[in-house]
């Protein structure tokens, strides 16, 4: 794979209309307000509209979903019998089990969340270009009869779409465009072999696309054998004026009670608290109670609909502290959230951009805080390094760390020179198990 290397030296695009949108398209954004394309939109869209293969990399919150569903939705629109006349009531007029758009999501709030953005931005085609969004949790025969006949854009979680192949509700032969949103996650070792399976379905003959805050090195390599000479565009910034992020150290034990400190100091009505696994939400959301705090919690466990009750009610202010797993990491999209809090580190450094990047969107103003204590000193340094940054640590008055006792902890935790002599038996190399998966996968001409 050759790719083309775009960078934000290019002069951007003033308006919507300089980048060649429809006039359905331009109204529409005229209506939401959008007032000029972000970055990524006014480099990238020219070249999906072109029909180019991208990889796209830019901030979370920076416009990436209209950046692909806005030329999705005029290249689709340019195909006969699709769209009908803006005075007549647009139909679906295409036949079979059929899909023209796909796109791959990891969770499904994100799914939901693309569908519903993309049903707003197709508002004036009056109908003609079907929408449906397809994930687990939820009842599958409901979605089999939303795909009677088809559907122009399928945006969809792997698992649930292979589901749905498998029951001869839906087939994929007929993808124009494979977009790949949070690509990262989507290449990661726990979507690999179902992406795989989806891609084998897939024609060779297609238009694909790659979104995504970050681009770890070893997806990089994956991504040579989907693409056909790409269009790279690459804005990620761990710099943004509007997300100030801070670090607080504290003693260990000591994060709950700043954690409280800080919320009730501040009076923040909006908080999303992460951490690393589901039964340390519960957990957490306990200890809170019981000093004054009512949380919520957000995690894979739950159910679809609790799921969507919670999110909604958060997104709507009626919940002040959420507490969650890095299941919201992506695809959370929720206007001015005031802070997100690390009470945990996540585990991959790739995942600490996600997650502070639920606030400070779009422009807004942001904060990022994480509570770190002795033990993730090491932990937050390879954070760092991974993401190209450099914060200072800072104390809270009331909670500072008692240097002395973390001297002797971390020397305690430095590893034991061994023996001299020993030596240590050579670790086999172990076989990457994405070689294994991929090795079938032909790239496309």
């Known amino acids: 794979m050759t790719s083309e290397l775009t960078t934000s030296s290019t002069t951007p695009a003033n308006t919507f209309a300089e980048l060649g949108l429809i006039s359905p398209l331009l109204a529409r954004l005229t209506e939401l307000e959008y007032q000029q394309p972000t970055p990524i939109q006014a480099q990238a869209i020219p070249s999906v509209l072109a029909g180019r293969d991208l990889i796209g990399g830019a901030n979370t919150g920076s416009g990436k979903t209209a950046t692909f569903a806005l030329p999705l ?95 001869n509700a839906i087939k994929l032969d007929r993808v124009q465009t494979l977009v790949l949103d949070e690509a990262d996650r989507m290449l990661s070792l726990g979507f690999t072999e179902e992406l795989a399976a ?20 070893q997806v990089q390599t994956l991504t040579q054998e989907l693409l056909n000479n790409p269009v790279e565009i690459q804005l990620q910034s761990a710099d943004s004026s509007t997300l100030v992020q801070r670090v607080f150290t504290v003693n260990k034990g000591e994060k709950t009670a700043l954690l409280e400190h800080l919320i009730k100091q501040h009076k923040w009505r909006q908080t999303l608290v992460f951490v690393n696994a589901r039964n340390h939400c519960e957990h957490l959301a306990e200890k809170l109670a019981k000093r004054d705090i009512t949380a919520e919690v957000f995690h894979g466990d739950k159910g679809q609909g609790e799921r969507t009750r919670v999110l ?27 802070v997100v809090i690390n009470f945990n580190l996540p585990r991959s450094p790739s995942d600490y951009m ?92």
């Open 198 to 217: 989806l891609l084998a379905l897939l024609p060779k003959k297609k238009q694909t696309l790659l979104f995504s805050a970050t681009f770890p090195e």
């Open 73 to 167: 939705l005029q290249q689709l629109s340019k195909q006969p019998g699709v769209v009908k006349s803006s005075a007549s009531k647009g139909t679906h007029s295409s036949k079979g089990n059929y899909v023209a758009g796909l796109i791959l999501v990891p969770t499904r709030e994100l799914a939901k969340q693309v569908a519903d953005s993309i049903k707003s931005y197709a508002v004036h085609f009056n109908g003609a270009i079907k929408t449906v969004a397809v994930f687990g949790g939820v009842s599958v025969n409901t979605q089999m009869l939303a795909l009677r006949g088809g559907t122009d854009i399928l945006v969809a979680t792997p698992g649930r779409l292979l589901d749905l192949i498998s029951s």
């Open 354 to 445: 996600h997650r502070i990047g639920r606030s400070g969107r779009a422009g807004e103003v942001g904060l990022a805080i994480s509570l770190i204590d002795y033990e993730d000193y090491h932990h937050f340094k390879v954070i760092e390094k991974k993401n190209k940054i450099r914060l200072e640590r800072e104390q809270v008055e009331g909670f500072e760390v008692d240097e002395e006792i973390t001297a002797e902890l971390l020397e305690a935790m430095k590893p034991v020179a061994a023996p001299e002599g020993s030596g240590k038996k050579k670790r086999k190399k172990k076989k990457s198990v994405n070689a294994d998966i991929w090795a079938g996968y032909t790239k496309p001409e």
């Open 312 to 338: 909604e009610g958060f997104k709507a202010g009626e919940i002040d502290v959420l507490i969650a797993t890095d299941i919201a990491a992506r695809g959370l999209d929720i206007e001015k959230l005031p």
